[in-house]
Each structure stands twice: as structure tokens, then as C-alpha cells.
């Protein structure tokens, strides 16, 4: 099979890792930023998450204006802002910053979840029932990033107006496909943690694509589907590896979130049966490996899916190996790297 060279884009948590702390794992996240940039990968996408002790990626801006002073080349994005937290003229003022100050080179992606549970929604002030007004939401934010006057109230977004920061539709769920179709808007699917709907939620995005609503931003769908990824030198060094992110997986379904723990030679003394099915389920979208099978995997993944571009998220104990991993892949995909 010819390696179909879609592009390649990093999702980052900002994971901590046990023995460490909140400000190493940003200083991590800044290696791996100019890593990244410097191998060739397409984009570096930050996700807000909120009162989880595992991730410290809750101020999405803050980190994107951070990687950029320290980057050249490499696009920088949320994947994404949770909208239901912020209101939209707050969201465009602060992309629109990022774009005055760092150019074209600033994604936004839009997710409808609060990206944490009820009680914290409530404490971020809008509320659950923000989510009901999504796509108007949506539809307000891409006004004030336009360079034309909308209907609606006299606000402008100051910075934001006419930046035309991209916007990204991302979700897990058919209601996100239909969202993004209808707006026509690129769409990122979250199947490295919700891999059930990836199949129909693509297919109902591709057919019921539109470019008939004023926010339409491209021509045709465009889809980037996230996937797990663990490369090492060798298939049993990565599956080895790769026992870290089943470990944070199984605390998902046991409700007990902790730091990311190390990796283990016998996953099964660790998760019950009931627990390793549901991470075999959660992570089934995965590549892990040495260098040729993760190509080989991606590929696969690739072809099934259809994806324009591949998103991956690699959780590692060791920071070492993640950016190992990283440079494994870019070699193998024949990224274009930096001389």
C-alpha cells in the first residue's frame, strides 16, 4: 500500500505526569511545540479542559500565544474552545489578538461540550444552558471575525474584526456533523476517544455539506479524524509505552483521575476485564508501534476514514519518549522537516 501523505497535526492535553508538576508540563509543552515545528508537522492543537488534575490545558489562548513566540512555521489552534464556556465577542477578541500579533497561522476550533462536568460548567458562569444557543453562537463569532458588518447589535470585536481566524467545527456525535455540514466549516473528528459514530458522523458531514450558509469557510468537506499514536523503535517497546494512556484511560471509566502514571509490564494486574474492554473500545482508533506498523496503521486508518488530515494524541510518563515518538513519525511519514 502507498502511504497516502495526508498531513499530520499534534492534539496536546498538556498531560502531567506523576513526580511532576503543572509548570513542567507547560515548559514540556513548549519543547514539543519547536519539536513539532521544526519536523514538519501541520498543526498544534490545544484542548480546554477544566478541573482535571491529569491536563493543564484549560487557557487554550494563553498556550497558543506562548507556542507562538516560540515557532515559526507550524499552525496553532484550539481543538478546541469549548463555546458553552465564553461568550463569542470574548472568544473572537482573543483569537483576533493571536492573529494581529502571529499572522495567519491561527486555527480556531469549536467544541459544544463545557469540556468538564456540571458543577464546573456552572462555575465557568455560562452554564449548561449556553449550549442550547451553539450555532448562533457560532454563526455571532464568525461576524465579529469577518470584515463585513453583520445584522445585530452595533459590537465589534476589536481585535478580531476582518482577522477571518479559520474556524473549525470538532465533534464526537452526529449533531456535530450535522453542524458542520450546515455551516460549512472543516471538521475534526474526536475519534481517538469516541471512535462508535466515526463512521456515520463522516459520512452524514460529507452529504449533507453546504456551502450555503454565510459562515460556509471552504468549498468542500474537509475532515481531520484524531487518532491514538505511540511510536517507538520497536512493537513491544510501544505497546509497553502505550500501557501509560490505557492506565488515564481506565481512570475516565472509574472516575479515579490522577496525574499520568507510568508504564506497566502487566496491564492486566492493573485493570479488571471489565475496565481493559472498556480502554480496548476507547482507544480502538489507535496506531501503536514501531515506525512501519504506526505507517502502516495510519495508512489503514487513512483509507477507511477518508481523512484529509490526521490528528494525534500521544501520552507518554517520560516526555523523553514522547518526543520520540514524534521525531519516529515524521521521519517514517516523510514529514518535511527543517534542515
Known amino acids: 500500500m502507498t502511504t497516502p501523505r495526508v498531513p499530520l497535526s499534534i492534539l496536546d492535553l498538556v498531560p502531567v505526569a506523576s513526580g511532576t508538576d503543572t509548570s513542567t508540563a507547560l515548559d514540556q509543552s513548549v519543547e514539543l511545540v519547536r519539536l513539532a515545528d521544526a519536523l514538519g508537522y501541520h498543526r498544534y492543537w490545544y484542548?480546554?479542559?477544566?478541573?482535571?488534575?491529569?491536563?493543564?490545558?484549560?487557557?487554550?489562548?494563553?498556550?497558543?500565544?506562548?507556542?507562538?513566540?516560540?515557532?515559526k512555521r507550524i499552525r496553532l489552534g484550539s481543538g478546541g474552545v469549548m463555546l458553552p464556556n465564553h461568550s463569542p465577542l470574548m472568544v473572537a477578541e482573543y483569537y483576533g489578538t493571536l492573529a494581529e500579533m502571529y499572522g495567519d497561522r491561527i486555527d480556531l476550533g469549536l467544541g459544544r461540550a463545557p469540556g468538564t462536568d456540571p458543577t464546573t460548567a456552572a462555575a465557568l458562569r455560562r452554564g449548561g444552558a449556553a449550549t442550547d444557543t451553539f450555532v448562533q453562537d457560532v454563526v455571532d463569532l464568525h461576524r465579529y471575525l469577518s470584515p463585513r458588518d453583520g445584522e445585530g447589535p452595533e459590537v465589534t470585536a476589536?481585535?478580531?474584526?476582518?482577522?477571518e481566524v479559520p474556524l473549525w467545527m470538532l465533534g464526537s456525535s452526529l449533531d456535530g456533523a450535522?453542524?458542520?455540514?450546515?455551516?460549512?466549516?472543516?471538521?475534526?473528528?474526536?475519534?481517538?476517544?469516541?471512535?462508535?459514530?466515526?463512521?456515520?458522523?463522516?459520512?452524514?458531514?460529507?452529504?449533507?455539506?453546504?456551502?450555503?450558509?454565510?459562515?460556509?469557510?471552504?468549498?468542500?468537506?474537509?475532515?481531520?479524524?484524531?487518532?491514538?499514536?505511540?511510536?517507538?523503535?520497536?512493537?513491544?517497546?510501544?505497546?509497553?509505552?502505550?500501557?501509560?494512556?490505557?492506565?488515564?484511560?481506565?481512570?475516565?471509566?472509574t472516575g479515579r483521575r490522577g496525574p499520568l502514571p507510568p508504564p506497566v509490564e502487566d496491564l492486566a494486574a492493573v485493570l479488571s476485564p471489565e475496565v481493559a474492554r472498556f480502554v480496548d473500545d476507547f482507544q480502538q482508533v489507535r496506531a501503536v508501534g514501531s515506525p512501519e506498523t504506526v505507517v502502516a496503521e495510519l495508512a489503514a486508518i487513512v483509507a477507511d476514514l477518508e481523512a484529509d488530515e490526521l490528528i494525534i494524541t500521544t501520552y507518554t510518563h517520560d516526555p523523553a519518549h514522547r518526543a520520540r515518538s514524534f521525531t519516529l513519525l515524521a521521519g517514517a511519514w516523510g514529514l518535511d522537516a527543517d534542515d
Open 47 to 71: 484542548a480546554e479542559h477544566h478541573n482535571v488534575v491529569t491536563f493543564a490545558s484549560s487557557a487554550t489562548a494563553l498556550l497558543i500565544g506562548r507556542a507562538a513566540e516560540h515557532s
Open 158 to 163: 476589536l481585535p478580531g474584526r476582518g482577522t
Open 178 to 253: 450535522a453542524i458542520a455540514a450546515y455551516l460549512g466549516l472543516p471538521y475534526a473528528f474526536a475519534s481517538h476517544f469516541a471512535p462508535q459514530l466515526r463512521h456515520e458522523a463522516l459520512g452524514l458531514y460529507r452529504s449533507r455539506f453546504s456551502t450555503e450558509f454565510g459562515t460556509a469557510e471552504i468549498r468542500q468537506p474537509y475532515a481531520m479524524v484524531g487518532v491514538n499514536v505511540l511510536v517507538a523503535p520497536t512493537d513491544d517497546e510501544a505497546r509497553f509505552l502505550f500501557t501509560t494512556a490505557q492506565q488515564m484511560a481506565a481512570g475516565i471509566y
